[in-house]
């Protein structure tokens, strides 16, 4: 059986940590609830292969550690239909790549990624530019909703215009990305699933736009729902806090309270179940 292990890669990026339970069948000595696999060489993206009984595991970190991006993580690494492994280093996706340093602008080179998929209108692209090497080709397919009746929120909360957004403004949106955009988010699908290299997709926060375009990837490679979910919420984990702490001096100075944009700024399971039974499934679903 294959198995698709997530690990946590250690900041001097010489060690995989996995849960201790694992590391015990691995043959190693576990430190408290987890355990380190040594890597050969420092690496952004190890994938580390072992045998145990009759498990073939697949180690490896899913959130990809950049400078300038917190959000910017690996997509496969699932269980598919069949029982076998979606790969893992061949699909990513990430909140925009503005605050890429040149470094990272390396570090995804060396990840193979010659394709990159914006979904961001003009005015979020030209504000927020990606500044990718010439190795790298980018494809635009604008995709906007209209969130509590604006399609800048953020410009709308910072300009006293809204003061909060909750759970049904969410939903609303990502079923009016479906209205508007259902052929945009289905062609942005087929190129992220058929493209021949390593390819990463991306919008604004990573979460919304893109979580719709790789959900319909994961499962037309036949990962369940509970796991598309599970990926999904990834983003609350990996950006939610930074994008908090960033927002929070200028919603004060805009006398919004920032308990009013949880639901704006993580995720909600039911907005992205809304919008996936919305779009025309039957050429996604594996048959």
């Known amino acids: 059986m294959n198995t698709p292990v997530d690990a946590h890669l250690s900041q001097d990026h010489h060690h995989l940590l996995v849960a201790a339970s694992l590391g015990s069948k691995l043959g190693l000595h576990p430190i408290g609830p987890l355990a380190e696999i040594k890597l050969d060489s420092a690496s952004i993206a ?43 280093r061949t699909h990513y996706r990430s909140e925009n790549l503005v605050k890429l340093s040149s470094r990272d602008w390396e570090l995804v080179e060396a990840l193979g990624i010659d394709m990159i998929l914006d979904l961001r209108h003009g005015d979020e692209s030209g504000l927020a530019p990606s500044k990718a090497p010439s190795s790298i080709s980018i494809v635009q397919i604008p995709i906007v909703g209209n969130l509590a009746g604006h399609v800048d929120a953020t410009g709308a909360l910072l300009g006293g215009k809204i003061d909060r957004i909750d759970d049904e403004a969410m939903r609303a949106m990502y079923l009016d990305l479906v209205a508007q955009h259902s052929q945009d988010l289905l062609t942005a699908f087929e190129i992220y699933r058929d493209h021949d290299r390593p390819i990463l997709v991306h919008c604004t926060a990573g979460k919304d736009r893109t979580g719709i375009v790789v959900a319909l990837w994961q499962l037309s490679r036949g990962v369940s729902p509970r796991d598309v979910l599970e990926d999904y919420r990834l983003s609350s984990l990996y950006r939610t806090l930074p994008r908090f702490l960033t927002l929070r001096p200028d919603l004060l100075a805009a006398h919004v309270n920032p308990r009013n944009i949880h639901s704006y700024i993580s995720t909600q399971n039911e907005s992205l179940t809304a919008a996936l039974e919305a779009l025309d499934l039957s050429s996604v679903l594996p048959h």
């Open 46 to 88: 190890p994938v580390v292969e072992c045998d145990v009984d009759d498990t073939h595991y697949f180690i490896a970190n899913r959130r990809i550690p950049l400078d300038g991006a917190t959000n910017f993580r690996d997509a496969g690494g699932r269980r598919a239909g069949d029982g076998d492994l979606v790969e893992w």
